[in-house]
């Protein structure tokens, strides 16, 4: 083995500048063994590496190397890897572990990460390894599959820290150093009352810092967020970011304590719900980085196809003017512009809009000042556009008339597009319909169809 590769601590050096991250130069070095069958060397080099960076390992090598390396780890694979891996490339890691692995792996899992492992699963593979589980830690699980998909009740964590108001510092501390049922890592001590409604919470560092004899009920917040078991998952994310919180305790209907969901599964879902953002509003259903070529491509047909309906709904249009682009062949040559600058100015918006609307800074309370605004934005760029885009069709085809119908058109198409791009996903919104799914479609089929409509119309009017 080379000497830059001795072991997984020393490659905590090869990661990237930024000090997190797998390297380059190590996942060629296993790749480099994997290939040598030089398992020792494997093992040297992915030892104490971080789940993080060995999920992201095991995500970059190919599909064979990736079997070979769970082959070299073996019994030592760590099941904390899962939660971190890529759903396409989880499935492949479950499938070569198979039922019984896996069903030795959950039971090492916080209970809201075995949760997401599992509600992934096909119904029969979940079935079975459910059978496999120890029957208390098996209820747990099955109870957090029947909440919603997407709620609270499936993020929630069911380990936590929950005493009564009467015990003092002392008494908690006590009950956390002897205690087997705690999650592994907490941030707050929720204090709650003989019916096991929570009351209030104490931070950790708070517990750390008191006195021994002093009463939880003397330091503790009662002003805390409670989170109700079916409130959806993007509703949680932004309840702690609008708040600030580090954790919540999660109750069902009765107002009794079940779990609790902490910041770091919120960062995942903050990152969740942005990345399916931004993939619907590019036609993409899931992100297919990890997808096989057949997969990927039926997935994306779907959508090509409904925007090539679009596309032939703007041929149309153009369509209806193919004997005054014939008179004036310039306009053939234009005719782009106009469309291209009324689609992404609209694109702007409605990026904003859709943002906006997703981390709920936009709503009926407010949307007026918004359309209004950008309805100025709008009637600004056009008007600046149109001189630009004018004065260039003037020194390209030396015509004043030319010049002034591409700048009219210019400014209608930008005001109308950034109108659009605010009312489509505030109309979508209203009518409970994802604004990601579908305002780009919506929004290039107008700023298509009025910029060829206004551009070819009036030069039909005033060039002809």
């Keep these: 083995m080379s000497e830059d590769f001795k072991s997984g601590n020393d490659l905590q050096n090869l990661s990237d500048e930024e000090n997190f991250g797998v390297s380059t130069d190590l996942i060629h070095a296993v790749e480099d063994a994997l290939e040598g069958s030089r398992d020792s060397e494997v093992e040297d080099l992915v030892e104490g590496l971080h789940e993080a960076d060995t999920a992201d390992l095991l995500e970059t090598l190919g599909r064979e190397e990736r079997y070979r390396l769970m082959e070299v780890m073996g019994a030592g694979f760590d099941p904390e890897i899962l939660p971190y891996l890529e759903e396409t490339v989880r499935d492949e890691i479950v499938e070569w572990l198979g039922p019984d692995g896996i069903a030795k792996l959950v039971p090492s899992l916080d209970s809201d990460d075995a949760v997401e492992l599992m509600q992934d699963l096909n119904e029969d593979l979940r079935i079975h390894i459910l059978a496999a589980l120890p029957l208390a830690y098996r209820r747990v699980i099955e109870e957090s599959l029947s909440y919603p998909e997407d709620s609270a009740g499936r993020l929630m964590q069911r380990e936590v820290v929950a005493v009564p108001s009467v015990w003092t510092i002392g008494e908690t501390i006590d009950y956390m150093r002897v205690s087997e049922n705690l999650p592994d890592d907490f941030y707050d001590i929720f204090v709650v009352d003989p ?233 979508l919104e209203r009518y409970e319909i994802d604004p990601a799914v579908a305002s780009s479609v919506f929004l290039t089929t107008v700023t298509d169809v009025i910029g060829f409509f206004a551009f070819l119309g009036l030069a039909a009017m005033f060039l002809l």
């Design 195 to 427: 019916r096991h409604h929570p009351v209030g919470f104490v931070p950790a560092s708070r517990v750390m810092r008191s006195r021994r004899h002093v009463r939880l009920d003397e330091v503790m917040d009662a002003d805390m967020r409670i989170i109700p078991l079916e409130l959806d998952q993007e509703d949680v994310a932004h309840m702690f970011r609008q708040y600030g919180l580090v954790s919540a305790p999660v109750v069902e209907k009765s107002g009794r304590l079940v779990g609790v969901i902490t910041v770091d599964d919120v960062v995942d879902v903050i990152d969740e719900e942005a990345g399916d953002d931004l993939m619907k509003m590019g036609g993409v259903s899931e992100p297919d980085l990890y997808d096989d070529v057949a997969n990927t491509t039926i997935a994306r047909f779907t959508w090509l196809g409904v925007n090539l309906l679009t596309a032939v709904l703007a041929s149309v249009v153009i369509s209806l003017f193919d004997a005054t682009i014939e008179k004036v062949v310039a306009l053939a040559v234009l005719m782009p512009i106009v469309a291209s600058m009324g689609g992404n100015a609209g694109t702007q918006t409605l990026t904003v809009a859709v943002r906006s609307l997703a981390m709920k800074d936009l709503s009926e309370a407010n949307a007026a000042r918004f359309i209004g605004k950008e309805f100025i934005i709008g009637v600004i760029n056009g008007v600046l556009f149109a001189l630009l885009t004018g004065g260039v069709a003037w020194l390209w085809f030396g015509d004043w008339a030319l010049a002034l119908v591409i700048g009219a058109a210019m400014i209608i198409n930008m005001v109308i597009a950034g109108l659009c791009g605010t009312l489509i996903p505030l109309g």
